[in-house]
């Protein structure tokens, strides 16, 4: 059997005078114009590859927002690619840092309307892609903050523990889950991180923690010693995050998460449906993405990703 390409990419957008316009690559080599991506290396996971790739080609330092599907194509070799894509809103202080030069791969960057882009991409799928992006602008909530919801990694079990249940530690599973979560959610540029006090969570955010420089949060209001005794906070912790409208990791327990992803859909004017609900069902060191309005609170939830652990 074939193995596929896997490759990762976004559609970069910003404001120009009032108007939304996204990015486009202009290949040297293939004489075409593409939305930027590229393949995924050894032991990376795909939000890592996308930002790594819109780095590379584009000098533009970003950071992911909303998932806008998946391209699937054959290759002349046979073998299918299969590319990931988000939106990533880009900073005038990024456009201003880029460093890009045309070179061997990259002829020109430009900055266009929705509707021009549609007309100058070479490939369907590219096109497909920015389809789904121009939804989102014609619902105005192109802008968009993430709640990152970590459940925290394998863990010793409840019945090989002699000590408190709130100190079980993780197993080196766990460790290596928490190792390639840093690595991953830093994607998204989280600013701010929320933990259970329990020894799992602590353990599983503090490679990330370490990662960004950010003082992690220790928040009794969702840890399972509280849920279990019904006396959790989770209306509180959660409706403090949506209010901020920053980016924000919230690492708890497989019990206590429905209830954190249920907080969120009822902060935002969401119903709950079945999609909602399966964002909670999380196996260890598994995470979701909430993706927010930044700008219209009651617009509800506008997207939810969720990611297997990478170990």
């Given at each position: 059997m074939t193995t596929a390409i896997y490759a990762a990419g976004a559609v970069c957008w910003r404001l120009i005078d009032g108007k939304v316009h996204v990015l486009v690559v202009h290949r040297t080599v293939y004489g075409d114009v593409?939305?930027?991506?590229?393949?995924?290396?050894?032991?990376?996971?795909?939000?890592?590859?996308?930002?790594?790739?819109?780095?590379?080609?584009t000098g533009l330092e970003v950071s992911l927002g909303v998932p806008l599907g998946v391209s699937r194509y054959p290759l002349p070799s046979g073998r299918e690619k299969i590319v990931h894509y988000w939106a990533a809103?880009?900073?005038?202080?990024?456009?201003?840092?880029s460093t890009f030069k045309p070179n061997a791969e990259i002829a020109a960057l430009e900055w266009v309307t929705v509707k021009r882009a549609?007309?100058?991409?070479?490939?369907?799928?590219?096109v497909e892609i920015l389809d789904?992006?121009?939804?989102?602008?014609?619902?105005?909530?192109?802008?968009?903050?993430?709640?990152?919801?970590?459940?925290h990694g394998k863990a010793i079990g409840r019945s090989g523990w002699k000590g408190p249940d709130a100190a079980r530690p993780l197993v080196?599973?766990?460790?290596?889950?928490?190792?390639?979560?840093?690595?991953?959610?830093?994607?998204?540029?989280?600013?701010r991180?929320?933990?259970?006090?329990?020894?799992?969570c602590v353990t599983t955010v503090a490679p990330l923690a370490a990662a960004t420089g950010i003082d992690m949060k220790?928040?009794?209001?969702?840890?399972q010693d509280a849920w279990e005794s019904g006396h959790d906070e989770v209306r509180r912790v959660v409706g403090k995050r949506v209010r901020a409208g920053k980016s924000a990791v919230?690492?708890?327990?497989?019990?206590?998460?429905?209830?954190?992803?249920?907080?969120?859909?009822?902060?935002?004017?969401?119903?709950?449906?079945?999609?909602?609900?399966?964002?909670?069902?999380?196996?260890?060191?598994?995470?979701?993405?909430?993706?927010?309005?930044?700008?219209?609170?009651?617009?509800?939830?506008?997207?939810?990703?969720?990611?297997?652990?990478?170990?």
């Amino acid at each position: 059997m074939t193995t596929a390409i896997y490759a990762a990419g976004a559609v970069c957008w910003r404001l120009i005078d009032g108007k939304v316009h996204v990015l486009v690559v202009h290949r040297t080599v293939y004489g075409d114009v593409t939305i930027p991506k590229g393949k995924v290396d050894p032991g990376e996971s795909l939000p890592r590859t996308a930002v790594r790739e819109i780095a590379e080609e584009t000098g533009l330092e970003v950071s992911l927002g909303v998932p806008l599907g998946v391209s699937r194509y054959p290759l002349p070799s046979g073998r299918e690619k299969i590319v990931h894509y988000w939106a990533a809103e880009v900073s005038e202080k990024a456009v201003q840092r880029s460093t890009f030069k045309p070179n061997a791969e990259i002829a020109a960057l430009e900055w266009v309307t929705v509707k021009r882009a549609r007309g100058y991409l070479s490939y369907e799928p590219d096109v497909e892609i920015l389809d789904n992006f121009a939804k989102l602008v014609d619902q105005g909530v192109t802008s968009t903050f993430p709640l990152m919801l970590v459940r925290h990694g394998k863990a010793i079990g409840r019945s090989g523990w002699k000590g408190p249940d709130a100190a079980r530690p993780l197993v080196q599973r766990g460790v290596q889950q928490a190792a390639g979560l840093a690595d991953t959610l830093t994607a998204w540029a989280p600013r701010r991180i929320v933990s259970s006090p329990a020894v799992r969570c602590v353990t599983t955010v503090a490679p990330l923690a370490a990662a960004t420089g950010i003082d992690m949060k220790r928040d009794v209001g969702i840890s399972q010693d509280a849920w279990e005794s019904g006396h959790d906070e989770v209306r509180r912790v959660v409706g403090k995050r949506v209010r901020a409208g920053k980016s924000a990791v919230i690492c708890s327990h497989g019990p206590v998460l429905p209830d954190i992803v249920r907080e969120i859909a009822l902060a935002t004017g969401t119903p709950l449906g079945s999609y909602v609900t399966d964002a909670a069902g999380l196996e260890a060191g598994a995470f979701s993405v909430v993706h927010l309005s930044a700008t219209n609170s009651g617009s509800g939830i506008i997207a939810i990703e969720t990611h297997a652990p990478r170990a």
